[in-house]
Every structure is written in structure tokens, then in C-alpha cells.
């Protein structure tokens, strides 16, 4: 089989008119598909469903140590809510906050504390010249907003099958002050998918900032989130642990929710670092509120018990999730594999499959998968300030739409694919 590299001109061009007849027949169709954001299924949230019937009037309305949970109280979680989250990112009770609805909102907080106060007896960051975090990339966008929205630089580092390239943060974090935090996802990462190795987390746990003030941002926003549960669990390496171990217990902040494991937006969080640190938090957090939602963290305890019995729920998500992702996948493979227009991820758990064109063709796949019906997550927004330098990384997100519309869109994505990557090899003939 050819590349379309390989193909002489005569017969691009005689693809491209096959394509193109291709695509307008498509467009007729009327299709309208949303590919954009990492949603769960209606399926998936009535998973959940028996939560909402888990606390009635009828219910004990008392925590295990006898508070009220309709009354004010409770800074920082209740102590079963506190033992659940630890359970599910394997720390000690002692090192968790269990926060509000969503995890996004802590580490926006958490930027912003930074920012007005300094990280423990730091200068607060809003008052230095300049200050810097590291972003893997591709990356979270709604990460890189929050930098963007606080005037905070965001330098490009580029992943590997391994992880985000330590040479580069080792050299940025342990010679740059200005540098004072990185953004991880590291496991099953939005939206490449991949899992940190040992060696880069135990390098992550191991840098020796020239900024006192410097912080790891670990997302673990997907951290029981196995797609293939039945093979082996994904293990990732425990960061606070490795922390510890190096001596270095203050340099991290590990966040992670519930969002995708009952319901989005309308789960729990928590926030897992040192005692230092989330003391720390607690004095800034005792003025902002008097505590969160201690009916909804009660709910989400008795419903999904304890780490074990969640990830048993999370195999019911990886059920759903599963044939949707192997739908795209298969498309991709049937349709795309060894034209040599692009790459993609296979990845083991998380929302995403990571989709590298040809360079310079992202915006125009993504335009012309528009004009026929199809919405993607605009490309550019895996990279800092919305700006991939090659034009070429596209985030799919198979968890919406059902099996049968995610290989509809799978096929149009492809035939967008191609449709744009002739057009650039001809360009260049
Ligand atoms: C890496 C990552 N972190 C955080 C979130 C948002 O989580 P939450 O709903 O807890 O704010 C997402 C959602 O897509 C995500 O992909």
C-alpha cells in the first residue's frame, strides 16, 4: 500500500475528486454531531441514578461522628467523605480537603491563593514581575485558561509515550525562579491518553526548584478511570508517596473529583497535599466558606462506599465507554492506517483519543468536519494561548454520542482527513 505521499499527481488529483463527491453526499445528510467536550453519556450518569434516592427524610441525616449534615459545619469535608477520596488516590486521610462539586474550581482557587497570598510564606506571585508555569503538551485547555486569565507565562513542553520530557523540566524548574508550577495530568492525560511512568513521576517527586514557591499540579482527574479493567488495572505511581520519600513532601498539590464517576459538575472534590500545605489552605478557606455541601458528600458516601466498591462502578462506565472508543479506533485504523496522514493514541482509560495530522491540517480538518455537521474541540485548544505550533494535534472525545453516531463521525472525520491532507501534499508537488 502507498502512502499518499507516495501517489504522483495524477492520481491525488483523481482521489481528491472521489473525495470530494464523498464529502458533499455526506454533507447532505444533515449530520449534526457533537465530538467537542468530554462528556458522560446520559447512560453513564443514570449509573448514578440511585444516589439521588439514597437520602431522604426518612435518612439518618447524621455524619458518623454525629453532625448534622443540614446544618452549618465541617470545613473541610466530613470524615467519610474524607476516607473515600484518600481510599480513591491512595493517600492518608490526614493529607485530603474534600471540596465542592468540581475540581476545576479548587485548582482555579488554588492559582488564585498563589496569586493574592504566595504559597506558604511566599510572595504572593501577583506581586513578582513575572511568573511561569510549565504545560505538557497536548494539554487541558481549561488548565491553560486559568494561567492565561492570571497573566501567568505558559512555556510549551513536549510528552512522550513516558511523559512530559524531564530533561526540560528539570533544567526550567531547577535553574528558573520565575518558574512556579507545572500542570500534569498523569494518568490516561487529556487528551493524549498516556500514563507517567515510574521514573518520570519518581523525577517529578525528586526536582529541586529554585523557587521555594514552586508547585506540582497534579491533575489526577482520571485516576480509576480504566477502560479495560478486566485486562489489569492501570498503576500509576503515587506522588504524594514519592514526595514524602524525597524529602519533598510540600511541593505537590494532587486534585481529582468525582465529576466523571456519578455526576459531572454535580459530584465531590478534593485536594491532597502536605499537612503544610493544606493547613495552609484551610486558614485562606475558613474566610471564604464555612464548608461545602455535606448532604451531597454523605450521598456520594453511601452510594459509592469505599475505593473498591467505586471502582466497581467505574467497570459499569469502562462498559459503556469501551465500545465507543474501539468504534473510533477501528474507523481510524480501517480508514486512515498507513496513508500516512496522521497519528492517533490508543489509550487505556480517560475521555480522549489525540489526533495528530499532517502539520498545518488541524484548523482546516476541524473547519471542514464543521461544515458537514460535525463539532470538534476547536484544534490549537490543546496547547497553551490556543496555539499549536505545528497545526496538527485534534483531541476526539467518543463519550457522548452513542457507538453507532461515533463511527458516523469517525468515518467523516477520516474522509476530512484525507480530503485535507491531498489538498497539502498537492500543494506541495
Ligand atoms: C484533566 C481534567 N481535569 C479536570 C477536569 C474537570 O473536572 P471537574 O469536573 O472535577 O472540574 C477535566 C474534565 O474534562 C479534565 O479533563
Known amino acids: 500500500m502507498k502512502t499518499l505521499s507516495e501517489l504522483s499527481k495524477d492520481e491525488l488529483l483523481e482521489l481528491k475528486k472521489n473525495l470530494e463527491k464523498e464529502y458533499n453526499d455526506e454533507k447532505s445528510k444533515g449530520i449534526s454531531l457533537d465530538m467537542s467536550r468530554g462528556k458522560p453519556s446520559a447512560e453513564q450518569l443514570s449509573l448514578s441514578n440511585d444516589m439521588l434516592d439514597i437520602i431522604t427524610k426518612e435518612s439518618n441525616l447524621n455524619t458518623e461522628t454525629g453532625m448534622d449534615i443540614r446544618n452549618y459545619g465541617s470545613l473541610d469535608g466530613i470524615n467519610e467523605a474524607k476516607r473515600l477520596m484518600a481510599g480513591i488516590l491512595e493517600v492518608d486521610t490526614e493529607n485530603i480537603i474534600v471540596c465542592g462539586n468540581a475540581s476545576l474550581n479548587v485548582m482555579y482557587d488554588t492559582i488564585a491563593r498563589a496569586m493574592i497570598f504566595g ?58 525562579e520565575s518558574v512556579k508550577g507545572v500542570w500534569c495530568v498523569p494518568k490516561f492525560a487529556n487528551p493524549s491518553g498516556i500514563v507517567y511512568s515510574d521514573e518520570v513521576v519518581k523525577r517529578f517527586a525528586n526536582l529541586k526548584p529554585a523557587a521555594k514557591d514552586f508547585r506540582i499540579f497534579w491533575d489526577n482527574a482520571y485516576c480509576i478511570h480504566d477502560l479495560y479493567y478486566d485486562n489489569k488495572e492501570v498503576k500509576l505511581l503515587n506522588i504524594i508517596d514519592e514526595c514524602q520519600k524525597a524529602g519533598n513532601e510540600d511541593i505537590v498539590y494532587e486534585f481529582c473529583s468525582t465529576s466523571k464517576m456519578t455526576f459531572a459538575g454535580a459530584g465531590i472534590s478534593a485536594i491532597a497535599a502536605s499537612k503544610k500545605n493544606l493547613d495552609s489552605i484551610r486558614k485562606y478557606m475558613s474566610v471564604q466558606t464555612i464548608g461545602f455541601d455535606k448532604a451531597n458528600q454523605l450521598r456520594h458516601v453511601r452510594f459509592l462506599k469505599d475505593v473498591e466498591n467505586t471502582k466497581n462502578h467505574m467497570k459499569k462506565h469502562a462498559e459503556i465507554l469501551r465500545p465507543k472508543f474501539d468504534a473510533v479506533l477501528s474507523v481510524l485504523d480501517s480508514e486512515l492506517g498507513g496513508l500516512g496522514i496522521g497519528t492517533w493514541t490508543r489509550p487505556l482509560g480517560g475521555y480522549f483519543i489525540s489526533f495528530n495530522a499532517l502539520e498545518g491540517c488541524a484548523k482546516d480538518i476541524v473547519a471542514k468536519c464543521k461544515e458537514a455537521g460535525m463539532v470538534l474541540t476547536g484544534a490549537g485548544a490543546t496547547y497553551p494561548y490556543k496555539n499549536d505550533p505545528k497545526d496538527s494535534n485534534i483531541r476526539i472525545a467518543p463519550s457522548y454520542p452513542d457507538a453507532e453516531e461515533m463511527k458516523q463521525a469517525a468515518k467523516l472525520f477520516a474522509l476530512c482527513v484525507k480530503l485535507v491532507s491531498v489538498d497539502k501534499i498537492l500543494s506541495a508537488k
Open 119 to 176: 504559597v506558604l510564606d511566599s510572595t504572593p506571585w501577583c506581586k513578582l514581575d513575572k511568573v511561569k508555569f510549565l504545560c505538557p503538551v497536548p494539554g487541558y485547555d481549561r488548565h491553560f485558561a486559568i494561567c492565561e486569565q492570571f497573566g501567568i507565562e505558559m512555556i510549551n513542553i513536549p510528552t512522550n509515550e513516558e511523559g512530559p520530557d524531564m530533561d526540560m523540566i528539570e533544567e526550567y524548574v531547577n535553574n528558573d
